[in-house]
């Protein structure tokens, strides 16, 4: 069966800070990848997604970035992180149209 | 772009009472529907789906949800809630103009759920 990992789940890191995210799925091949930030009241907005190794998509333009090294994983990173960069991130998976499946998300404090 | 408009912020209900979510989006033609739902401290998870046949679908824990197409509508709703029913309920549809096989899903701002025992 597939599964999807995300870590870490929490995270506090100070003003200008390099971040590095990290998803990975199990049991599937070729999936679409996304990141979502989730923030209380505005739900949730997507910040980059993947068809292939190497290929990402931004859809919002910020102070962060995102990888797929490998066919299976994607990275969310920042080389300076702000205040705003604060907030719940999610990655998910799809593949065609079957809705998502996502991980238990990352709760990042930017202090 | 695909909007999804859930009109309730934040909804508290006592237990047994019935409950209905409203959902409408913007963009009609050929499409997917989802209702997510998230627990206190987990993740997402999907709660039902609407893909084509009959526009009243049945999901997990008693709830369903009726697709109008003329309305722009996918309304989630549960006869009577229970207190484990306190979440955050989250509308999704796919997105018009996506890349090249990239299915996105755009979401609600959700609607939160307080069940009183």
């Known amino acids: 069966s597939q599964t999807i990992h995300q870590w870490p789940a929490t995270l506090v890191q100070p003003v200008g800070s390099p971040l590095s995210l990290e998803c990975t799925v199990e049991?599937?091949?070729?999936?679409?990848l996304y990141w979502y930030r989730q923030a209380a009241g505005r739900g949730l907005q997507l910040l980059f997604y993947?068809?292939?190794?190497?290929?990402i998509s931004s859809e919002v333009p910020q102070n962060l970035s995102a990888s797929r090294p490998q066919d299976r994983q994607f990275i969310l990173s920042s080389k300076k992180l702000l205040l705003s960069d604060s907030g719940f991130y999610l990655c998910?998976?799809?593949?065609?149209?079957?809705?998502?499946?996502f991980g238990s998300g990352t709760r990042l404090t930017v202090v | 772009a695909q909007s999804v408009s859930q009109h309730n912020h934040h909804v508290i209900l006592s237990e047994a009472a019935s409950l209905e979510l409203g959902c409408n989006y913007s963009?009609?033609?050929?499409?997917?529907l989802f209702w997510y739902v998230q627990y206190p401290g987990q993740h997402l998870q999907l709660l039902l789906k609407y893909f084509s046949g009959d526009p009243l679908v049945k999901g997990i824990k008693g709830f369903e949800a009726e697709f109008i197409k003329s309305k722009f509508s996918f309304n989630l709703r549960k006869p009577s809630v229970q207190w484990s029913d306190t979440a955050e309920y989250f509308c999704a549809v796919p997105e018009v103009y996506s890349g090249a096989g990239s299915y996105q899903l755009t979401f609600g701002k959700g609607t939160k759920l307080s069940v009183i025992p």
């Open positions: 049991g599937t091949s070729n999936p679409n």
């Open positions: 963009y009609g033609g050929t499409v997917n």
């Open positions: 993947s068809v292939g190794i190497g290929q």
């Open positions: 998910a998976w799809t593949q065609g149209a079957h809705g998502y499946t």
